[in-house]
């Protein structure tokens, strides 16, 4: 039997990229019927940097630092959002492959900046925990148009509070509140003398772990078991001493989710094909005490981390699984002083540059992309000369912005005064623009800061449902 043109599209349009480019290469039927209806389109996945999302302290929404573009217009100042979702404030967790993951007062949304769609996810079981350490967004449409919201502990005393949680909600005398489950206040006073004592001889990771998951595919959370490859990595007691307030990134490749934990020391990796999970440290050529300064990302090369050491020299690695041995392999160290020197640091000087500040918290800011149709080269445009080799003095200081996913190119923050794009391959610099918000020294004094940063990748497939508060069903 063979199913009209028609009813092979309506199929068609069902697949993944990857899937769908596979059937074209069946027969001829099957191409001209996928190319007649422009059904495979290249064109709609991630394959660009469009700017870099900023937090920053004492800011109650993110700054999109845009790149200009001759193509469609981005609102980073997500006013199509705020409308509507009535945020009194909005904390970026994570951006994957043109998706990305905010809370707000009420709970977790879901946003596809490029197509202007958004949705809420029902209310995750554990709203007693701070979603910014846990929550992690797991999105690639090249091999699916579905997301996944994965709750990943980042320290064992946030496990711990996970773990209450769960037996909390299978607890009779617990209390649920629209699938929020409420922590009975007398968990630790239940506490048997010596327990907690016991709990931190107990090794970390366990040989399992349970983690809450959202699918977009059901709508719905729900939990599934890994189990734990590798050896542990000592006891609860022994990763204590490591951050619990630190705030790590995570990336998904290759069906694989890495995910920062244990104060950026350690880095779970979560394979989402297998049900099985691992703990791997972060190289060792990084003190535990400089991890506020680890920045995990995907770079064109794959997983990679950076770090400064001293302030002014950017070390950079490459994760490599091509063996049983899974190691981190040194590629870069860079003395990025000159930069300092050839940009004429001056910590007041917040002059735009060609990538334009869009700031949703300063009710004076007109920045809008739409007037800047313009597409920026990336290998000429703003490229500043470097005097390398000299002794030089300097003030001043950097942090990592993000590494760029598909060329050999990295985002740096210098001083809270200027963006700049380096290029491994070449040591060029390209000033990118102003980075510190109007009037944001004197808010946040002496705490001005940027906490975390996220490379945007457009997305211009259609994957997130709809634009309401209610998002997915939520019975």
Same mark, same amino acid.
């Given at each position: 039997?063979?199913?009209?043109?028609?009813?092979?599209?309506?199929?068609?349009?069902?697949?993944?990229?990857?899937?769908?480019?596979?059937?074209?290469?069946?027969?001829?039927?099957?191409?001209?019927?996928?190319?007649?209806?422009?059904?495979?389109?290249?064109?709609? $996945?991630?394959?660009?940097? =469009?700017?870099? +999302? *900023?937090?920053?302290?004492?800011?109650?929404?993110?700054?999109? #630092?845009? &790149?200009?573009?001759?193509?469609?217009?981005?609102?980073?100042?997500?006013?199509? $959002?705020?409308?509507?979702? =009535?945020?009194? +404030? *909005?904390?970026?967790?994570?951006?994957?492959?043109?998706?990305? #993951?905010? &809370?707000?007062?009420?709970?977790?949304?879901?946003?596809?900046?490029?197509?202007?769609?958004?949705?809420?996810?029902?209310?995750?079981p554990f709203m007693g925990v701070i979603m910014e350490h846990i929550a992690r967004l797991v999105f690639d449409p090249i091999e699916s148009p579905h997301y996944e919201?994965?709750?990943?502990?980042?320290?064992?005393?946030r496990e711990e509070e996970v773990n209450k949680c769960r037996q909390a909600m299978n607890t009779p005398s617990s209390s649920i509140v629209s699938g929020q489950t409420?922590?009975?206040?007398?968990?630790?006073?239940?506490?048997?003398?010596?327990?907690?004592?016991?709990?931190?001889?107990?090794?970390?990771?366990?040989?399992?772990?349970?983690?809450?998951?959202?699918?977009?595919?059901?709508?719905?959370?729900?939990?599934?078991?890994?189990?734990?490859?590798?050896?542990?990595?000592?006891?609860?007691?022994?990763?204590?001493?490591?951050?619990?307030?630190?705030?790590?990134?995570?990336?998904?490749?290759?069906?694989?989710?890495?995910?920062?934990?244990?104060?950026?020391?350690?880095?779970?990796?979560?394979?989402?094909?297998?049900?099985?999970?691992?703990?791997?440290?972060?190289?060792?050529?990084?003190?535990?005490?400089?991890?506020?300064?680890?920045?995990?990302?995907?770079?064109?090369?794959?997983?990679?981390?950076?770090?400064?050491?001293?302030?002014?020299?950017?070390?950079?690695?490459?994760?490599?699984?091509?063996?049983?041995?899974?190691?981190?392999?040194?590629?870069?160290?860079?003395?990025?002083?000159?930069?300092?020197?050839?940009?004429?640091?001056?910590?007041?000087?917040?002059?735009?540059?060609?990538?334009?500040?869009?700031?949703?918290?300063?009710?004076?800011?007109?920045?809008?992309?739409?007037?800047?149709?313009?597409?920026?080269?990336?290998?000429?445009?703003?490229?500043?000369?470097?005097?390398?080799?000299?002794?030089?003095?300097?003030?001043?200081?950097?942090?990592?912005?993000?590494?760029?996913?598909?060329?050999?190119?990295?985002?740096?923050?210098?001083?809270?005064?200027?963006?700049?794009?380096?290029?491994?391959?070449?040591?060029?610099?390209?000033?990118?623009?102003?980075?510190?918000?109007?009037?944001?020294?004197?808010?946040?004094?002496?705490?001005?800061?940027?906490?975390?940063?996220?490379?945007?990748?457009?997305?211009?497939?259609?994957?997130?449902?709809?634009?309401?508060?209610?998002?997915?069903?939520?019975?």
């Amino acid at each position: 039997m063979v199913l009209p043109d028609d009813v092979l599209a309506v199929v068609f349009r069902r697949l993944a990229p990857r899937s769908l480019a596979a059937s074209r290469c069946v027969c001829k039927a099957w191409r001209d019927v996928i190319d007649a209806r422009r059904l495979l389109r290249p064109d709609l $996945l991630p394959h660009a940097v =469009r700017g870099i +999302f *900023l937090e920053y302290t004492h800011l109650d929404y993110p700054v999109f #630092l845009a &790149r200009p573009s001759a193509g469609p217009a981005v609102d980073g100042k997500l006013g199509f $959002l705020l409308e509507s979702a =009535r945020a009194s +404030f *909005l904390t970026l967790l994570d951006h994957c492959n043109g998706l990305s #993951l905010y &809370r707000d007062k009420h709970g977790l949304l879901v946003l596809n900046l490029a197509t202007q769609r958004w949705a809420r996810l029902p209310p995750p079981p554990f709203m007693g925990v701070i979603m910014e350490h846990i929550a992690r967004l797991v999105f690639d449409p090249i091999e699916s148009p579905h997301y996944e919201v994965f709750l990943v502990p980042d320290h064992p005393d946030r496990e711990e509070e996970v773990n209450k949680c769960r037996q909390a909600m299978n607890t009779p005398s617990s209390s649920i509140v629209s699938g929020q489950t409420l922590i009975p206040s007398v968990a630790e006073d239940t506490e048997e003398p010596g327990e907690s004592v016991q709990r931190g001889l107990a090794d970390w990771p366990s040989s399992t772990c349970v983690f809450s998951v959202f699918s977009s595919r059901t709508g719905r959370w729900e939990e599934r078991v890994y189990a734990r490859e590798g050896k542990a990595m000592g006891t609860i007691a022994e990763m204590r001493e490591y951050g619990f307030f630190w705030r790590g990134y995570s990336v998904c490749c290759r069906d694989t989710l890495y995910v920062q934990c244990s104060g950026g020391i350690f880095m779970t990796r979560i394979s989402l094909s297998n049900d099985k999970y691992q703990v791997i440290k972060m190289p060792s050529g990084i003190d535990w005490m400089e991890c506020s300064e680890i920045y995990l990302g995907k770079s064109v090369k794959g997983v990679s981390c950076a770090s400064f050491r001293d302030w002014y020299h950017l070390q950079i690695w490459v994760l490599d699984e091509s063996c049983d041995q899974i190691e981190w392999v040194s590629k870069h160290q860079i003395d990025v002083v000159p930069i300092l020197h050839a940009l004429n640091y001056d910590e007041q000087n917040e002059t735009e540059g060609p990538w334009i500040l869009q700031d949703v918290n300063n009710a004076e800011d007109d920045n809008n992309e739409a007037e800047n149709k313009f597409e920026w080269d990336s290998d000429n445009d703003g490229v500043i000369n470097i005097e390398y080799g000299a002794a030089q003095h300097c003030h001043g200081h950097f942090t990592f912005l993000g590494f760029h996913p598909y060329k050999d190119v990295v985002f740096l923050n210098v001083s809270l005064s200027r963006a700049v794009a380096y290029h491994l391959d070449s040591s060029m610099v390209q000033d990118l623009g102003n980075l510190c918000p109007k009037g944001y020294r004197d808010i946040a004094g002496s705490f001005a800061d940027i906490l975390m940063s996220f490379p945007f990748t457009p997305c211009m497939m259609t994957i997130v449902p709809e634009n309401n508060l209610e998002g997915h069903d939520q019975e």
